[in-house]
């Protein structure tokens, strides 16, 4: 009797659940033909200082929309204090974009990128109280051993289901919002930038958002729905 209802168990838990769409192993869409999507953002930092765009961070907030923020490691240390004010905000989460953001993490050492992964989440932990389950590889760049490196340390790899081209200094406003929900589709995974290198995305997003939301599309936090 146990099998039975075990076995039952597990096939409905296989029909609830959505099949994320993947690409080498890694997360690039929800797998849901439903109207969801997932908001994510890149937090990182490299050899220039940055600090979170308060005007997109304002608008989230304001209106309670579901976001997942990628920190790098230089970005979470010098944002501890924000990052920290944000914790009350269920509807945000914080997930690992490596400790140094290197832009070719796929070509380091199977020793030193495990380094970089477990330094990161180390970092966030320590801010946030709450182990990270998700990685991002500092510019989409990756090969097949290091996903697997990062699903033998416990995460699953989330990047986007298209790029939305918002750290492009020349793209405008309303290309970026023309381009994002005309790509846009059931099961999107979106990534823009929130460290001040998402140029015209402070701008752009309210639009986007209120078009998605005419449309009939919900937002999602990454680990409601992976």
Known sequence: MLKYITAVLLVLLTISAPAQQRKDGIITGLGSDKKIIA??????????????????????????IPAA???????????????????????????????????????????????????????????????????????????????????????????????????????SAKKLISWVNYKTKPGSILIFHINGRGYRTGEALPVIISRLKKLGYSFVKLEDVI
């Open 39 to 64: 908001l994510t953002f890149d937090a990182c930092e490299t050899k220039t200082p940055s600090y979170f765009d308060e005007k997109i961070l304002s608008f989230l907030i304001n209106n309670k």
């Open 69 to 171: 923020i990628f920190l790098s490691g230089k970005f979470a240390v010098r944002n501890e204090s924000r990052i920290k004010q944000l914790l009350k905000y269920n509807f945000l989460e914080f997930e690992n974009h490596s400790l140094n953001h290197i832009q070719h993490s796929e070509k380091l050492s199977d020793l030193d990128f495990t380094k970089n992964l477990k330094d990161n989440e180390a970092v966030i932990k320590n801010i946030t109280g709450r182990r990270p389950r998700f990685f991002r590889f500092p510019a989409g760049n990756y090969n097949k051993q290091k996903v697997k490196l990062c699903r033998d340390n416990g995460y699953e790899v989330v990047h986007w289901t298209f790029a939305s081209g918002d750290p492009d200094k020349n793209i």
